[in-house]
């Protein structure tokens, strides 16, 4: 049985009202009926005027109150003071979604934000859900719905398109149709007062018509849902997006045209790849992706081969790769065989691939083969400049038939104009990208490589590190609670170390001197040479203030430089508060490098890590990685990689390569700590030394901050980590054991093997269909959750040296955010053995923990057993008003 999406009388109305339809030519009223009559929208079309009785052949009603049924949707395209009236009248009504079109609400100014409240009011007051204010609308062509106010139509297609400007809708749309792009939906979402990304992004997953969607956004309100509902889309169709605003300044105009909040654009970036998602920068890049991109290419990575008739051409793409970190192929042997003994002797025996001037068909076939055919190679961008001996049309043609059976991308560039236009229509023709110039081609081809890896990012769900040495996350707190209990946010040395300790972060011993004669004496049990800083909570870089003193070696010397740092300090800042003076162990690691990890909070995403060369370097080198956690060695290794300081953390200038396991594993507890201490702000460890013996954090700065009582445990992430804390065994009373645990994306191959041991009539009873096998797409959806919006539990009893899941129970949050709809299946040859009861036990708490106040289920009517044992556990039951063969159950979960 598939359900009805709750976005359905948005995007699938049987009916819809146009409010303040009208004939004045050219009227938003006017514009809005002339494009659902030509669209020939096929549900049922309302008028509503008090001015007409008839508009373009459309029967008008006075007021909402008076058309004779309960419309799915009304379009409203009145002034924004009549609105709120209007508004509550489709409540009183039974309207279940609106489109507000008006601007002149909140981007207005104090009376139209006002006025956007009242609107919000009467909508929230009738559960009516609402798109906009200051919208473009929506167009679903299969529906014949062109609830917009666009010169033109969309084609039917398959890509999804949510905007926030609906003046980049109407550009896309009037570019797409010439070009026959088409589209499933396009959905406008102006201000987004109410149905934002997230939920139209949550409709498109399971909407069949759609098989890839692009985004263009300006800003996000809701981190946690945007990043979601994108993880939960690019799990199972590729997802595309351009983002406004890059830099500050242009941020500032978008907050008041979209009422969205915007960070960093590097961290924005971050989650992007974290979301398996494709970042594309100009309108260029959108139309080459939506023409090609996702026809039938299936990416594999990011090493490129150019092959060409002209050495200029070759040499501007390949600078134009290296620009955007798209490597060359280096050609294997093999490949460099075969190569040469189907060229001439003089070709250029590397990458790009110049195969001379005079190249006719046949060469090019043969050595786009030979290299496509390369281990090395993941993709192919073939060029062509029309000299005295090219046939542009023989060549085109002999790539189309290599494409057709060939396993990796191939992207073309046939440069000129008329002696190439008959192949670029061949190609166009065969869904084979092309392009007038070498950079556009490349760039897509980063696209596709840009897909690949993301993807790879998007799969990771990071586990627990408590099955190294757990951390002490109490004594951690404690530390914390001790500094906001004397109201201050920011924690001294010791206090920063203290933390890292708790969380097993190698540190440099701290200790703090009060006097001269003090530093000698901790100097002498630490041991010679130490390091002498100045303690200060008002002093943020002690360098910049003579606060730091480096490799002193005898006691003398501490005595004195002891003095000298406290006047040195005073001079500078004579009103900071000073605690003493920090002595630690000078760390002299000959073969160390200095390297910089930090946190710090970004509006939008919350806490984000960073990761870059570090020492006196900082400033003077300010790129770093940025990643969101929560972290695991597969991230940690590509943000590594990402970095410039990277190629020295290898064999360099004579030194061993360094401890890349001590440094990530300091990187996976910067993680841990973020995720469990929602109370930190702001972290600086730097420098942190590592060499090929391991790493050690030499200073520390870290800020927290207050953090609200009633604040879920993970509240402060955009990503929800895997909840290692909700695994559990259960004894059965045979004596096995049963682990039960959350699911993540690894468990694939076990659901797959669990659905293969269900009977028939198991699968009936769950699924409401004898389906034999997942299909790909439902295994993804099952297995990578987002632990924010669902729960789902395995059980798993151990076979054979390796898991078996024997049972499985989930549950998934309602747009209300209070209730949630509830299955369960046990296989056959454990059922009648208290498993299930035990799952729904489980389950129930979970949600209960949650927050949640309802739990519902459906059942088929003739599903006795299941019947029986949800009323055992407490669920009210009652006949389904639309289908007699279902029963609904509710359960409360409050005490």
Known sequence: ?????????????????????????????????????????????FAINPKYEIVHGVPCFKSIEEVPQRLDLAVIAVPAEKTPAIVDACGRAGVKAVIVMSAGFSEAGPRGAMLQRQVMDAAHRHRIRLLGPNCFGVIRPQLGLNATFAHAGAVKGTIGLISQSGALCAAILDWAKPNNVGFSAVVSLGTSSDIDFGEVLDYMISDPRTESIFLYVEGVRDARRFMSALRGAARVKPVLLIKAGRHPDVSRAILSHSASSFGDDKVFDAALRRAGVIRL???????????????????????????????????????????????????????MEKLNAVLPPSWSHGNPVDILGDADPERYRKAVHAVLEGANVDGVLVMLTPQSMTDPTGVAEAIIGLEESADKPVVTCWMGEEMVAESRARFIEAGIPTFRTPEPAVELMSHISAYYRNQKLLMQTPASLSHLSPPSIESARLVIEMALGEHRKKLNEMESKA?????????????????????????????LPVVMKIDSPAIVHKSDVGGVRLN?????????????????????????????????????????????????RDPAFGPVITFGEGGNNVDANPEVAIA?????????????????????????RNMPAVD???????????????????????????????????????????????????????????????????????????????????IKPEDADLEVDFMSRLSPETKYYRFMNTMRELPPAMVARLTQIDYDREMAFVATVAAGGAESEIGVCRYAVNPDGESCEFAVVVVDDWQHRGLARKLMGVLIETARDRGLKY???????????????????????????????????VLSLQD
């Open 499 to 527: 933390l890292l300790a708790a969380f097993r972060i190698p540190i440099a011993q701290t200790v703090v001197a009060r006097s001269a004669a003090e530093a000698m004496v901790l100097a002498a049990e630490i041991g």
């Open 1 to 45: 049985m598939n359900e009805k999406h709750y976005l359905s009388p948005l995007l699938e109305p049987a009916s819809v009202g146009i409010i303040g339809a009208s004939e004045r030519e050219s009227s938003l009223g006017d514009v809005l009926i002339r494009n659902m009559l030509a669209a020939g929208y096929k549900g049922r079309l």
């Open 628 to 652: 969101l956690p929560p972290l695991n060695s597969f991230l940690v290794g590509d943000m590594i990689r990402s970095t410039r300081i990277a190629s020295r953390l290898g064999e360099f």
């Open 660 to 742: 890349m396991e001590a440094l990530e594993l300091v990187l996976l507890r910067v993680s841990e700590m973020v995720c469990e201490l929602p109370w930190l702000t702001e972290m600086e460890i730097n420098p942190l030394i590592v060499d090929e013996n391991g790493a050690v954090a030499v200073d520390a700065r870290i800020m927290v901050e207050n953090i609200s009582p009633t604040a879920d445990r993970y509240d402060h992430m955009a990503i929800h980590p895997y909840p290692q804390h909700l695994i559990s065994t259960w004894i059965v009373p045979d004596g096995t054991t049963v682990t039960i645990r959350p």
């Open 855 to 889: 739990m519902n289920g459906i059942f088929l009517s003739n599903n006795e057993r299941m019947i029986k044992f949800v009323q055992k556990l407490g669920f009210v039951l009652s006949n389904d008003p639309d289908d007699s063969t279902i029963k609904v159950g």
């Open 281 to 335: 920068y100009n309108m260029g890049q959108l139309f080459a992706a939506a023409n090609a991109l996702f026809s039938h290419f299936r990416p594999r990575g990011n090493r490129l081969a150019i092959i060409t008739n002209g050495g200029g051409p070759g040499v501007m793409a390949a600078d134009r790769a290296l620009d955007i970190g798209i490597p060359l192929a280096q050609f294997s042997e093999s490949t």
């Open 552 to 600: 002193i070696r005898s006691l003398a010397a501490v005595r004195s430089t002891y003095q000298e740092i406290l006047d040195e300090v005073r001079k500078s800042q004579p009103d900071a508060v000073v605690n003493g003076i920090a002595i630690e162990p000078m760390i002299q690691k000959r073969n160390g490098r200095e390297l910089v990890v930090g946190v710090r």
